[in-house]
């Protein structure tokens, strides 16, 4: 159809392009990057126009004072500014799409802005109890209330947390390891079912938890409040985050690799052992330190199993064991400014505890079941180079035994 | 071409009949091997235990449970007040609390969830990425006595303003009325606004969001990229396309992350404990002093209390389990219905 309307429009004949007359000047490369000089000019006249406009309408023309309405109203000026500006070039559809872009980022930025406070704020406000030294190597039982934070500290929270944790983790590694390979080497409906109950218990309130434990261990088979009681409780709770974890990880390891291992005529448990852990190694590690974060920070179990105490006790087996945060929660409790510098000092050690297991489930983990380091890769293909070497060795010796000089 | 694996079973092969025929029937399965025998049994045994643990929660809470909810029968679900030692008790008050601490706190979360889940799957640059999925998952870990911290010593002076504002101009609406307080006395305390539902609501989304986010965002970043890239090709903005394809294809994920936030926050206890000053009777204006919940009651009262009070706070402790129970079931059915059913690992 187009050829007949050129065809009609110049008499009958082809038009071709005039290759002479073309502009032989070289083409400019296009501009592909999805930000424009526009779009970052359009934010910036926004952002400056909303905190001018706020500013006039709180400082000049209205009598408010709230920095969170400042906050608040600056905003809503700024997507609405925006908005504006962007309509200037754009039609309506790039307006919407625009400002939902401005809006979702936001919204994260806001997230991230709360996290960074939420942490900030605790390891700032925990700084003055810090700094003492003595908060590392005392407990709570010879210091008043009215004594200053150059005495006393919390060591027995310290180690009652770091106790308490490795019990339940000593329990749940080797219990939720091998129920997550269960859940993928023996599926079925029974694994099916396992998997369910697993999944609805992932939301278990941990208070419950605690009750539990209460109920059967305490109650039941009669041992005392301990800081054993207090592991067992958080062992129930992290079992089924790191089931769920570990399933996700394992599931992930190559069928081809399992095959594999099957062909060569390896039996199901050399294959979990020699293929499918070590495979999923850094992911399972993740899991488990995740797992451990969540279980080290749990309070309500510890208040229920253990409960409080102001002295060292190194014993989980008798007598109450306080842990970090049920410190936290203890010691913020009172209304005296130095206890609650110590309850902000054991918040903030139990925010760096986690903070620190996360850099370490980073630094090991993150990475798929098979994806390596590139060090780890470096040392593969020299196992590798050294193999091959070693093979032709042995090749040429055998093909020319007779002659061992001819090397 | 005719090579048949030997004991593979299920002939799929083309020629059925090149099979080396000696007679015997072959096992579909491969010979299982005495050691694997007790490895399986190993692992259905680790499988059992876990069960048991988890059916035992149950369980136990029912068998402790069932004095106290034989003494109150059904004014257990009627009662506000908790005095189980003189048999006047019930959960009518906490679990108003409970769920009206969860609404709130879910309201709040889920346009937050989404908007980051939605800008780390479908605006965030690759590399910045898996450090914003790391940064979300450490939220997710802050112990819930920091944010109770924060809610109870930073957080509360700053809302207070914010929930005077709304009472004010919003109390026509019987959800934000505040009894006692005057909006036109400028001298008025705010302290009838301190430790409301609101406060602790906004507490425990910000220790839900993390949560629904990270289901939203994996059911998001699952979306097929042929449909992405079909809606782009057609002419659709990112907005367009998200709204196209991301948002109809995630909606499971959405719902079913919205129901495990939800869960999340009716079990929350430390942070709510901390923030609220407990009342033991039906409060919905959720921003006033005075709120409780079902796990700040147990923490609360755990201590002082009786036999028959335990058996009691384990009645209160078996109804929470049932509601986050009942909450999680239907999230994950939710998230299982949709075309992203498998996408819901959190």
Request: net charge positive; charged share 15%; hydrophobic share 50%.
């Amino acid at each position: 159809m187009t050829t007949d309307l050129l065809n009609k429009q110049a008499g009958g004949t082809t038009v071709r392009p005039d290759r002479d007359g073309r502009d032989e000047t070289p083409e400019v490369r296009r501009h592909t990057s999805s930000l424009h000089t526009s779009d970052v000019l359009g934010l910036l006249g926004a952002a400056v126009g909303s905190l001018a406009l706020s500013a006039l309408l709180f400082v000049w023309i209205a009598p408010f004072d709230s920095i969170l309405g400042f906050v608040v109203v600056a905003y809503l000026l700024f997507v609405g500014l925006y908005a504006v500006l962007v309509s200037f070039d754009e039609n309506g559809v790039a307006v919407r799409d625009k400002v939902a872009a401005v809006l979702w980022q936001s919204l994260a930025v806001l997230l991230l802005a709360v996290l960074v406070m939420v942490v900030v704020y605790t390891l700032w406000r925990g700084r003055s109890a810090l700094v003492h030294l003595n908060f590392f190597t005392e407990d709570m039982s010879r210091t008043g209330p009215l004594q200053p934070l150059g005495e006393g500290g919390v060591v027995h929270a310290i180690v009652g947390t770091l106790e308490q944790i490795s019990i339940s983790l000593a329990v749940t590694v080797p219990l939720g390891l091998s129920c997550a390979v269960f859940l993928n080497e023996v599926p079925g409906r029974y694994a099916r079912f396992v998997r369910t109950i697993v999944e609805a218990m992932t939301a278990l309130p941990s208070i419950v938890t605690g009750l539990f434990i209460y109920a059967t261990v305490i109650l039941i088979l009669g041992i005392d409040k301990s800081g054993f009681a207090a592991a067992l409780a958080l062992g129930v709770m992290m079992l089924p985050i790191i089931i769920r974890a570990a399933d996700v990880v394992i599931r992930l390891v190559p069928g081809s690799l399992r095959e594999a291992s099957y062909a060569l005529g390896a039996s199901r448990w050399r294959t979990v052992w020699t293929v499918i852990l070590p495979t999923a190694r850094s992911g399972l590690t993740t899991a488990v330190i995740l797992g451990t974060a969540r279980g080290i920070g749990e309070t309500s179990p510890v208040l229920l199993t253990s409960g409080i105490n102001a002295g060292l006790n190194a014993d989980p087996g008798s007598g109450p064991q306080i842990s970090l945060p049920l410190a936290t929660f203890d010691l913020v409790r009172s209304p005296q400014p130095a206890y609650i510098a110590r309850g902000f000092g054991s918040a903030a050690l139990l925010m760096a505890l986690v903070l620190l297991l996360f850099v370490l489930a980073r630094v090991i983990g993150g990475r798929g079941p098979g994806e390596l380091t590139r060090n780890q890769r470096h040392r593969r293909v020299q196992a590798s180079r050294r193999d091959v070497a070693r093979m032709t060795r042995r090749a040429r010796l055998r093909s020319a035994p007779t002659a061992p000089g001819s090397d | 071409m005719s090579v048949v694996a030997p004991g593979l079973g299920q002939s799929s092969g083309p020629e059925p009949e090149a099979r080396p025929d000696d007679g015997a029937k072959r096992a579909p399965r491969g010979r299982i091997e005495p050691v694997d025998r007790v490895f399986r049994a190993a692992l259905g045994g680790s499988g059992a235990i876990v069960l048991a643990i988890m059916l035992l929660v149950g369980v136990f809470l029912t068998y402790r449970a069932a004095q106290a909810l034989g003494v109150a029968k059904f004014s257990f679900l009627t009662t506000s007040a908790w005095e189980p030692d003189s048999r006047h008790f019930g959960i009518a008050a906490v679990l108003t609390g409970t769920v009206l601490i969860g609404v709130t706190a879910i309201v709040l979360a889920v346009p937050l969830a989404l908007g980051t889940a939605l800008y780390i799957s479908e605006y965030a640059p690759r590399r910045l990425r898996r450090t914003l999925i790391s940064l979300v998952d450490l939220m997710a870990a802050v112990p819930s006595v920091v944010f109770g911290l924060w809610g109870a010593f930073f957080l509360q002076g700053h809302v207070v303003g914010l929930s005077r504002w709304i009472s004010t101009y919003f109390g026509w609406i019987p959800v934000f009325q505040v009894d006692g307080a005057d909006p036109h006395d400028p001298l008025q305390a705010n302290t009838v606004y301190t430790s409301s539902t609101f406060i602790a609501g906004i507490v425990v989304a910000l220790m839900v969001t993390p949560i629904a986010c990270s289901v939203m965002r994996e059911t998001f970043s699952q979306a097929p990229a042929g449909e992405r890239e079909g809606a782009l090709a057609l002419g659709s903005t990112r907005w367009g396309m998200i709204r196209a394809v991301v948002l109809p294809y995630g909606r499971g994920g959405v719902i079913g992350g919205t129901m495990l936030g939800l869960g999340r926050a009716f079990g929350e206890t430390i942070a709510v404990y901390m923030i609220i000053s407990p009342v033991f009777e039906v409060q919905p204006h959720i921003l006033q002093n005075g709120a409780n919940s079902v796990s700040a009651l147990i923490a609360l009262r755990y201590g002082s209390a009786s036999d028959f009070g335990m058996s009691a706070l384990m009645a209160a402790g078996l109804a929470l389990f049932l509601l986050t129970l009942v909450v999680n079931f239907i999230a994950s059915s939710i998230a299982a219905r949709g075309r992203s059913g498998a996408g819901t690992e959190a």
